[in-house]
């Protein structure tokens, strides 16, 4: 079947176009199967393995934007289902063949190192930024990804009785109405994985679920890792060895990291599927606090921008490294530029530049500057002055006029295909070959 312009056979009906779709889907396919491996192909074989999926993936968009949200729809029973990334994608491929990857591909293809990935995850982008760009199936979604995870159901009942709670990464521990979560990637200066990633989750789910739990404080452990041994590190963003080995996932860690983990820092956990005695409480939110030493780098800076107060040794600093690297840094460029304004966004983000804790901009990241022995100190001080409910109501407001939900929705529906596209650019590839021990990015 020829392939060339298959966007100019949909007729507008779900069911006739999803057959088109599988049937073009199939013939790419077989093209793909016919040529060698990823990293044995000539130049010649690339260029026709990129000209077997430009077309299919032009009709995936096309598809999307006549069908998204009958697709949507039909994956989640109408709403009534609440699945996150990779469950979506999951039932998506499963329903509509053709879609997205199935999950014997995303099984394959995740196995392989990144520079010899055939690219699935442009894929998930095609999709994820139709769906986030719809407001209703967007919202639902976003809403979605909200929700307490199931991990973090199963461990809340220890967590209330004993107080402390042990990932794999990540150390929780309560104190009166203040949880302290303590990163702890020690070999690796708090290189965020997905590992990291999703105990990370878990641990800001249970302190947000906890009654007793008024604020909560992040931190970073004191680090084996022998450059920084014994001196505590708040983040050295992405680990460019995972994403090099492939490691690193696009539906765990680089889109569900934002829409999950950082979302529920921001605007707290979506609880609306709860019973009709919660209203009108339909999020769970919590005041948070970061207490940075030494450096928070990619990742690590934007969990800076989704907390209430940071607290900052003097010898810190801070940087957003993503696009050096090749890459988005998450909300980086939104949040940034509500904080710093387009020059200097650009100057951190395009140019690299890297802004110490004694630099008046500064200012603009961190609340308080403290002499590196006060981290701790002051980082109380400011749990202790946001443990109060008024914050809570308060902050939900001005995140409304800050990051109103509409414009977040929007700006995640491009970063998902930005993202994704950008995960297996010649130049990304190029770079992060280069890593063979854990690297900071965005």
């Not at 990823?38 to 299919?56: G, V, Y």
Request: charged share 25%; proline share 6%; glycine share 8%.
């Amino acid at each position: 079947m020829p392939v060339t312009s298959p966007t100019t056979r949909l007729t507008g009906g779900l069911s006739t176009d999803a057959e088109l779709l599988r049937d073009c889907a199939a013939d790419c396919d077989d093209r793909i199967a016919a040529l060698p491996p990823k990293p044995e192909r000539t130049p010649e074989e690339q260029a026709a393995a990129d000209a077997a999926h430009r077309p299919i993936r032009a009709l995936r968009t096309a598809f999307l934007r006549r069908h998204g949200r009958a697709v949507y729809d039909e994956v989640t029973a109408g709403g009534a289902l609440r699945p996150r990334l990779a469950e979506l994608a999951a039932a998506a491929a499963d329903r509509f063949p053709g879609l997205v990857p199935d999950r014997s591909r995303l099984a394959a293809e995740e196995a392989l190192p990144q520079g010899h990935k055939e690219g699935l995850a442009i894929d998930h982008g095609i999709f994820f930024r139709q769906i986030l760009a719809d407001p209703v199936t967007g919202e639902h979604l976003l809403d979605s990804m909200r929700a307490p995870t199931a991990r973090a159901r199963e461990l809340l009942p220890d967590f209330v009785r004993t107080g402390d709670l042990v990932l794999g990464s990540v150390r929780v521990a309560r104190d009166k109405a203040t949880a302290h979560v303590t990163l702890a990637n020690t070999g690796c200066l708090n290189a965020e994985t997905n590992e990291l990633a999703a105990d990370l989750e878990t641990a800001v789910d249970v302190v947000l679920l906890d009654d007793t739990v008024q604020v909560g404080v992040l931190r970073g452990a004191e680090m084996s890792h022998p450059r920084y041994a014994g001196k505590r590190v708040f983040s050295a963003g992405i680990n460019l060895k995972h994403l090099h080995a492939g490691r690193i996932s696009y539906l765990d860690f680089l889109l569900g990291r934002e829409l999950g983990l950082l979302s529920k820092v921001r605007r707290g956990l979506w609880c609306g599927d709860g019973p009709p005695d919660a209203w009108p409480n339909l999020d769970l939110a919590k005041p948070w606090v970061a207490a940075v030493d030494t450096f928070a780098i990619g990742g690590g800076m934007q969990i800076l921008l989704a907390v209430d107060h940071v607290v900052a040794g003097e010898d810190a600093y801070f940087s957003l490294p993503a696009a050096q690297e090749g890459i988005v840094p998450g909300m980086g460029n939104f949040r940034l530029t509500a904080l710093f304004g387009g020059r200097l966004t650009r100057q951190v983000i395009l140019g690299g530049r890297r802004i110490g804790a004694r630099d008046p901009e500064a200012q603009l990241v961190s609340d308080e500057i403290v002499a590196p022995e006060r981290v701790s100190t002051a980082a109380a001080a400011a749990a202790e002055r946001l443990a109060s409910p008024a914050v809570a109501v308060n902050r939900r407001m001005i995140d409304l006029a800050e990051e109103p939900p509409d414009r977040f929705r929007a700006y995640a529906a491009e970063f998902a295909l930005a993202q994704a596209l950008r995960l297996h650019s010649a130049d990304v590839l190029t770079k992060v070959s280069r890593f063979t021990v854990a690297g900071h990015a965005g």
